[in-house]
């Protein structure tokens, strides 16, 4: 029998053909409020940073004639000077002036059909891959007689997380000669806290192939029953966005084959073609999509508990070993690694260190979230 041999040598791809490319991302709705659009460039994947696109004059013109200029605020993200919403009866135009002087814009773009998201609702379920877990679904309908709806979702959710190990003393260090450590009051803000995390991925859903205009029990989201994420209140905001048949279209091709955090800076197989275009040569070729949209939204609340009244909750995301260190336990102090649980005591089978300890996750929740109590926060 021949013996295996692994490959040992790195490989290093090298992309010779690779052209950076203009990416644009930018969404107006009908709500009235400061709009926001993003300019970047394409990266190759060994790149670890996304290269965003800075000075750049952008703004958004009206077929009424008014202009709405955006400033750059952070580093390729420009937000419109005023608020503004988007009209049913106008049409909008992105126009974009980079540091170069190269010319930007897209076809004229008008709000679709009005769609309502009716409900958002939590459901403990088995998904198609056999896993238990918590369904986020939602129900959404178009007036009757109009065309086929077409939507994208997008979602902010947000969960409590409590310090399984959190105690109401803590150690310090005092840099004496040599140093030494005193146990002090701890602070109560780092008990419990809240984390809050944006989707990353493309969610679309049509009425296209339904019988009525109703889109019905559309998985948003699926979060497995052992994710520590649900293990005592979660929330979560729906943002149900009403889509062109052009929009949705390249959508639904873009999500085919991106599977990055950053769905259009993607390095892809071929060229997307969107609705925007140089306007100094035809050759050029720019990513990404201008896009007017409807919005309606809705956050629900649930807790473990409602769901999994008898069960124990799910893993914590540190096992939360006990310890007792001797040898760099200064350090650990200092630098905040561990975090106190008790004193050492004859017998308890630890270690020789005076203090029981553990990871600093498993006693300080600020590691995860923020301890600030979110404004829509309802127990």
């Given at each position: ?34 709009q926001e659009v993003l ?99 939602v129900n959404a309908s ?238």
């Amino acid at each position: 029998m021949l013996p295996n041999y692994g490959c040992i040598e790195e490989f290093n791809a090298e992309f010779i053909d690779f052209e950076s490319t203009l990416v644009i991302e930018a969404t107006i709705t009908d709500e009235f409020k400061p709009q926001e659009v993003l300019l970047s460039r394409t990266y190759r994947i060994q790149d670890e940073e996304i290269e965003m696109e800075s000075g750049a004059t952008v703004s958004v013109i009206s077929s009424d004639g008014q202009e709405f200029p955006f400033q750059e605020q952070d580093q390729g993200t420009y937000v419109s000077n005023t608020s503004f919403a988007a009209l049913p009866q106008l049409t909008y135009q992105l126009a974009v002036e980079t540091q170069d002087g190269k010319s930007y814009s897209s076809t004229a773009m008008g709000l679709p059909e009005v769609a309502k998201l009716d409900s958002v609702y939590a459901k403990r379920f088995t998904n198609d891959l056999g896993e238990d877990g918590m369904g986020i679904f939602v129900n959404a309908s178009v007036a009757a007689g109009t065309a086929s709806g077409f939507y994208r979702y997008e979602y902010e959710e947000t969960y409590k997380i409590i310090a399984p190990f959190w105690d109401p003393v803590e150690l310090e260090v005092v840099e004496s000669t040599p140093p030494n450590i005193i146990k002090v009051p701890r602070s109560l803000d780092e008990r419990i806290c809240y984390a809050t995390f944006d989707s990353n991925r493309i969610i679309l859903a049509d009425t296209e192939d339904l019988d009525g205009d109703n889109a019905e029990n559309i998985l948003v989201r699926f979060i497995p029953s052992n994710d520590y994420i649900i293990s005592h209140r979660y929330s979560i905001l729906v943002r149900q966005y009403s889509l062109s048949i052009q929009a949705h279209a390249f959508f639904e091709t873009l999500n085919e084959f991106s599977t990055n955090e950053s769905l259009f800076s993607e390095s892809q197989p071929g060229f997307l073609e969107g609705n925007v275009f140089s306007e100094n040569s035809s050759n050029e070729k720019v990513l990404g999509y201008f896009d007017v949209v409807n919005v309606d939204e809705k956050r629900i609340f649930f807790n473990y508990s409602d769901f999994y009244p008898m069960e124990d909750l799910p893993p914590y995301v540190d096992p939360c070993q006990f310890n007792t260190p001797t040898i760099g336990l200064i350090d650990l102090v200092r630098w905040d690694w561990v975090k106190y649980i008790d004193d050492n005591y004859i017998g308890s089978g630890l270690g020789s260190g005076p203090y029981i300890t553990v990871p600093q996750v498993c006693g300080d929740c600020t590691v995860l979230g923020t301890s600030e109590v979110p404004d829509f926060w309802i127990e």
